[in-house]
């Protein structure tokens, strides 16, 4: 059976309250010790942060870099109903006009009303397209109706497809080429079945009582700039070199077609990079600054590793490329703001891109050493070495996390010791009680004898 302790009953001291007190004095120091961690971890926090900006930043800073993201071409049509256009990197500006005389067709033929009534009859179906090597369908009475058959012809790989077409007279087949061009004709022969139900399918190679035809196979014909041309499809991808021209109908009149870099989507690219520094510029003032309103300081004030990064980002803004037109980022009106922010001027950005290939060198120059070369390769050199694992940011980051462990460590050991000294105060000051308690009991007894002999002489 455990024993029941009650510190301080002999006494009547409250043993409790006092050693609660003692040990919230042993644990004072955590409460430095738990600010200062808190500080720690809100470093760790922002510089995460702004080394996951940086790194976009970096990315941005390539993507100028990068001599193919200033190769874009916008291509337009006067007339997108009729022929429309898109453009790839290897296009090249022009203009030019196309008129469209006729498109691209497949051949189609379509049958006479089948007899379904009879029974189609069992055969093979037999199609060649273009010349090119015999594919067999075989066809089975009593199983296969007239959509069963197309549905075969679907299926396969014969380069036709086929359609249902019923009404009041009765049910008819049309077949249609696959592919367009005057070349992908294609022939239906029949081996088997009834005449007024298979050998109605026959076409071509001088089938006689089969499909009619309802449509050649023709090439496209059209013209650019009065040269006359034919393709076999409708979709022209290396008629101009870069472009893929589609003829949607004939042309009423000749559609322009016009090809140009395409500058917007090159002044985004700009924007977005000055965006991603601005948001950089911006996080790192605000954490290092102290806020007379609040009176409060930034969680990275006199933090040398984020002062050093802010000054040396302003810095690589203010600098120059080795060669070209344009050596600076103000020369194409990025301009420096009194917040350290950059600002793009749209009238001198929409003016320098007159000189696309100086504006496109100030930021892909590989010429000259680290501080020199364009800024899209400098900024992203940059981007890689300070938020990289052997980067400043890292460095300070892994310092920040051994601070805390360190912190974490310190802390366990004030707890340690203000549980070893609340035992020590217990064991003492029950000690003092339990001595008290026998100088109280041995006080009482000497009473007790002091008032028998006074009443045996009394």
Known sequence: MSAISSPGLASGIDIKSIVSQ???????????????????????????????????????????????SWSGFNATSGNAAEVAVSA?????????????????????????????????????????????????????????????????????????????????SGERIIMRGKETGAANTFTVAVTGGNADGLQ???????????????QPAANAQFSIDGVDLES????????VPGLTLTLKKPTTAAVDINISADTEGMKKNIQAFVD??????????????????????????????AVGLQNALRGMMRSVTGNGSFTRLADIGIVAAQN???????????????????????????????????????????????????????ARTDSLKQAVTRNGKEQERVNDRAARAEVRYLAQYNAMDAAVGRLSSLGAFVNQQVAMWNKSTG
């Open 276 to 305: 991603a520094y601005n948001s950089i510029s911006t996080l790192l003032t605000t954490a290092t600054a102290y806020n007379e309103t609040t009176k409060t300081a930034g969680s990275l004030q006199g933090d040398s590793t």
């Open 200 to 214: 109605k399918l026959a076409f071509g190679g001088g089938a006689v009582g089969g499909m009619t035809q309802a």
């Open 232 to 239: 076999a499809t409708n979709q022209l991808s290396d008629t």
């Open 88 to 168: 790839t990197s290897t296009a090249t500006a022009g203009r030019f006009s196309l008129s469209v005389a006729s498109l691209a067709s497949s051949q189609s033929a379509a049958s006479g009303v089948l007899n379904t009534a009879s029974g189609l009859g069992t055969g093979t179906l037999s199609f060649s397209v273009a010349g090119g090597a015999v594919k067999d369908i075989e066809i089975l009475a009593g199983e296969d109706s007239p959509a069963a058959i197309a549905a075969k012809i679907n299926s396969s790989d014969v380069g036709v497809t086929a359609t249902v077409l019923k009404d009041a």
């Open 340 to 394: 350290g922010t950059l600002e793009v001027k749209a009238d001198k950005l929409t003016a320098a891109m007159e000189n696309l290939s100086a504006v496109r060198n100030l930021f892909t120059s590989e010429d000259g050493d680290a501080t020199t070369i364009g800024f899209g390769l400098k900024v992203k050199a940059f981007a890689d070495g300070i938020a990289g694992t052997a980067g400043a940011l890292s």
């Open 22 to 68: 003692l040990v919230a004095l042993e644990r004072a120091p955590l409460q430095p010790l738990q600010r200062q961690a808190t500080t720690f971890q809100s470093k760790i926090s922002i510089l995460s942060t702004i080394k996951s900006s940086i790194d976009n930043l970096g990315t941005l800073a390539a993507k100028l870099g990068d001599p193919a």
